[in-house]
């Protein structure tokens, strides 16, 4: 199986060396972990507020127990996602960029996917406390299968279109 953080193509005619390429994919990737990063500190901060909200002591223990390990996941998700900016500071300038491109890349997708359940987790809350039993697990497997449609059955499906339509790129980067 080709490792899914490599470049997609190192003879992509691209004029650079391997240190640009591995500056140009750092940058990349950072860009990605700021929008990561902004979202899961706002969704951290929100539930963090939800205790001091007049209905919150009506919860049920199963609901509680789901807040309380949401706050734990957004907390862990959270670090996560700072992780890169731990890894580059404490390797600056230690020439080992590829690897915090190759880590960045792996901690991005664990990222991800603890997302998506984080996501799951927090519409499983919101539907139990308002609607009747079944509804929450229904709603938060909804986001669990919406999730994965799109962040791995759409860009599959475009990798598949793109090595169908180049041949000889999608080779060369099995290859490499």
Known sequence: MPDLS???DLHDGR????DERSDRNWNELLQEFRVLQTGTQILAGFLLTLPFQSRFD???PFDVGVYLTLVVGAVLLTLLALTPVSLHRLLFRR????TLVNTGSRILLACLAASSL???GIVLFLFD?????????????????????LWVGVPLVIRRRVAADH???ARRSLES
């Not at 004029?15 to 391997?18: K, R």
């Not at 020439?95 to 590829?98: D, E, F, G, L």
């Not at 406390?129 to 449609?149: D, K, Q, S, T």
């Open 6 to 8: 490599a470049d997609a």
């Open 15 to 18: 004029d650079e060396t391997a």
């Open 58 to 60: 009506q919860l049920s």
């Open 95 to 98: 020439h080992a960029k590829p």
């Open 118 to 120: 984080l996501f799951a």
């Open 129 to 149: 406390f308002l609607l009747p039993a079944p509804a929450g697990w229904i709603a938060g497997g909804a986001v669990i299968v919406v999730a994965l449609c």
């Open 167 to 169: 041949p000889e790129e």
